[in-house]
C-alpha cells in the first residue's frame, strides 16, 4: 500500500524498494513531473544532440537547425530501432540502422529507402515524424522536459525555488558545463539521494566526520573574509519551496551588505552582485554550502572549498546531478560539473579538481554517502524490514526565520527533516492521485 500523507512523519519502506511502488512512481511521478534533462552549454550549437532517459524512457535532445531545443523519442517509428547510439554529437539528421529511414533533427522523416517500390503512392511521410516529448523548455540554462501534455509552465512549476536556483544560475554569468556527465549506476532508491541533497544536514558530522577532519570545509585560511568568524557562526537554513523542492544553506550573516562570493575572485564581486535582487546577494554572498533537490530528482550543490592541497586557492564549484530510476533497487547517477563561462583555463581546472574531490564519483563526500544508502537498500530486502517506517520526525518545531526576505518557509534550523518532508508531501500527492493517466503521453512530431 502507498502511504504518506501531508502530515505524515513516516514513510513506508515499500515505497522505496517495492516493485509495484516504482511502477506507479513511473507512472504518475516520472512520466508527470518536469524532469531534468541538459545543460544547453552541451547543445550550444545547431545539430548538436546529447541522448539521456526521461522517465524510463531514451529520448535524444537536440538543438535543430532553426536552434530550437527539442526531445524526441530514441526509437525509429517503422519498427522501433534505436535511432541514435551515441551519447552526444552533432547532426542534422538520424538513420535508423535496419530499413534506413532518415529523420531530421527536428524529427521529421525525410528519406525512406526504395519508397516507390516498397511502398504505396498514398504513403505519407509526415505522418511518421518522432515521437515528439510534448513540452521542453529551457530555465537559465537549465533544460527541462515532461512527458506530460498538461504539464503547467515549467516556471509555475519551480515556483519560488526559481528564485533560488537563479541565484545559483545568474550570480557569475553564463555557466557552462565542463564536459558530458559523470555516470555511474548505483545500488540504491533515487529518493535517497533526493531526500539527502534536498537538506539533510544531520548526517553531516557522523558521515562525513572524515572531510571535516581534513579540513575541506570552510576555514579561515582558505577564506581571508572570514577571519575571526568560526565553523560555529555558521547558521544552517533550511528551505521549503513548495511543490516538493527544498534547499539547505550553510551561511554566515556576517556584518555590512557588502558581497562576498566565497570562492570567486573579491575584484568580480560587485559585478556578481548587479545581476542579483539584494535578498539573493545576502543569500549567495554568505554562504559556503548551498545545495537542494528540484522533485522529484534533480539535485544541485554550490559551494566553495581548496581544490586539492592546502596551497590551493579555495574556489567555487557547481554541481547538477540526477538520480534516474532504473528500478527500485538501482539508480544512475549523472553528474554535472559547471563553471562561469568567464572562468579562465586555471579557474575551470581548480574548480573542476574541487568539485571532483568533494562530490564526484569517487569523491570525499559520494563514497562516504554512498556506503551508506547501499547499506540501506541491503537491508531493506526481507518482508521484516519491509513493513517498517523510515522517520522524519527531525525538526518538528522548527521556528521560522522571519528576518529572512528569501520566497518560501526559511526555517531557522540547520538539522532537520522538515526538507525531506515536504519532498514526501509532494510525492505522495503525485502517487496519491488517480486522476492522472500518462497514456498518449508523447505524441507525433507536427509536420
Ligand atoms: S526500423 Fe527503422 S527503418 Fe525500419
Ligand atoms: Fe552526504
Redesign the pocket.
Known sequence: MIRATTTDTRVSRQSYWGDDEFRLEMERIFRRCWLFVAHESEIAEPGDYVTRNLGGEDVIVTRDEQGEIRAFLNS?T????QLCRADLGNSSHFR?S????TFSNSGDLKGVPERKQVFEPSFDKSAFGLVRVPHVESFHGLVFASWNPGAPPLAEELGPAAWYLRGVLDKAGDLVALGPPARARVRTNWKLGSENFAGDGYHLATTHQSPIELGTYLNTEAFPQLEGVSMADMRGRCVVAGNGHAFRVQHYDLPGTEPMFFGYPPDRWQEMAEGLEPGQIDLMSRQSVFHGNIFPNLSLIDAASLSSGDDTPAVSYVQFRVWQPIDSMHSELMLWALVPRWYDDEQRAHSLRANLRMVGLAGIFDTDDLQNWTSVADMSRGSVARATDFVYEGGLSAPKDTEKTWPGDVYDIDHSETNQRELYRRWAELMNDETFASTGAGRRAAR
Not at 78 to 81: A, K, Q, Y
Open positions: 525509429c517503422h519498427r522501433g530501432t535508423c535496419y530499413h534506413g529511414w
